[in-house]
């Protein structure tokens, strides 16, 4: 009679645990579903306030304008740009990591921190003008770029025949769309997607990652200018000995071997970029 009675005691121990289990599975389909509602509801909202940008940037008639229009444009630029920090913000609760970067990348292309749509141009950014704000570069081709100053994340897109000089990024480096260029960048992450025939001088404390990119080569970092020292003291890359420059990774390899797709610079045939004054 006992154990008929630890019989039934345990099924019905059993059922109870397997309508929890079904109660939260429920849960957590509601809430994936609900999740999905929210980003699925910023992505449209967000590239909404975007499009309002660009297009107030592409409007031709700008040039036409008196000062005082202008000004009133460049308010109203100013204006959504705000909104779309606050809207960012306010949606970081829900908002899976990868969407967050997105975001803060498309937020900072309409802001003084880049430069995008150029051509033949070099230009600068000397110390203090960056301040360890986020920033952009974007569709940029045959230019020269300094970026003289200590940097929080650095957003690289479509570049072609450039040469880009940065001072350490306290974060990451995101490249992609990028060939013909040289680039020498310092950062705690370094990710290069999509490109072609560039050469990287880098310092990063951690393993550089290469997808879908042919011909890249690479090399320690080599950029000087001045007070450059102190900004790499403060985010701890002076010591070369935790420079992880030539330890690539290469997503789209899984074999032992090194990949075929990048490959170190000769000593002789490296690059040494030193600016002895600044503005």
């Not at 360890?132 to 072609?160: P, Y």
């Not at 011909?215 to 007070?227: C, K, L, Q, T, W």
């Amino acid at each position: 009679m006992t154990d008929k009675f630890n019989q039934i005691g345990e099924i019905l121990k059993l059922r109870d645990q397997n309508r929890k289990l079904q109660i939260q599975k429920r849960k957590e389909a509601k809430e994936e579903e609900n999740s999905f509602e929210n980003v699925s509801s910023f992505t449209k909202e967000f590239n909404l306030i975007v499009q309002e940008v660009q297009n107030l940037l592409n409007n031709q008639e700008i040039k036409s304008k008196n000062d005082i229009e202008k000004k009133e444009i460049i308010e109203t630029i100013s204006n959504k740009i705000q909104e779309m920090k606050k809207f960012l913000s306010e949606s970081i609760v829900f908002l899976p990591n990868y969407d967050q970067k997105k975001a803060q990348q498309n937020k900072i292309k309409d802001s003084e921190f880049s430069f995008q749509f150029l051509e033949s141009q070099t230009i600068w950014k000397y110390p203090g003008t960056i301040n360890g704000k986020d920033f952009s570069l974007s569709n940029l081709k045959n230019c020269t770029i300094f970026l003289c100053d200590k940097i929080s994340a650095l957003w690289i897109d479509n570049i072609e025949s450039c040469k880009i000089y940065t001072g350490p990024i306290s974060g990451s480096i995101f490249l992609e769309n990028c060939i013909d260029s040289t680039f020498m960048l310092a950062a705690q992450q370094i990710r290069l997607h999509s490109s072609n025939n560039c050469d990287l001088y880098i310092f990063t404390k951690s393993e550089p990652i290469i997808e879908d990119c042919k011909e890249i080569r690479v090399a320690p970092y080599s950029f000087d200018f001045p007070g450059i020292d102190s900004l790499l003291s403060d985010l701890q890359m002076n010591d070369q000995t935790q420079n992880l420059w030539n330890q690539i990774k290469d997503f789209n390899w899984i074999k032992t071997e090194k990949s075929p797709n990048w490959e170190i610079i000769p000593n002789q045939n490296r690059e040494n970029k030193k600016i002895s004054k600044l503005k």
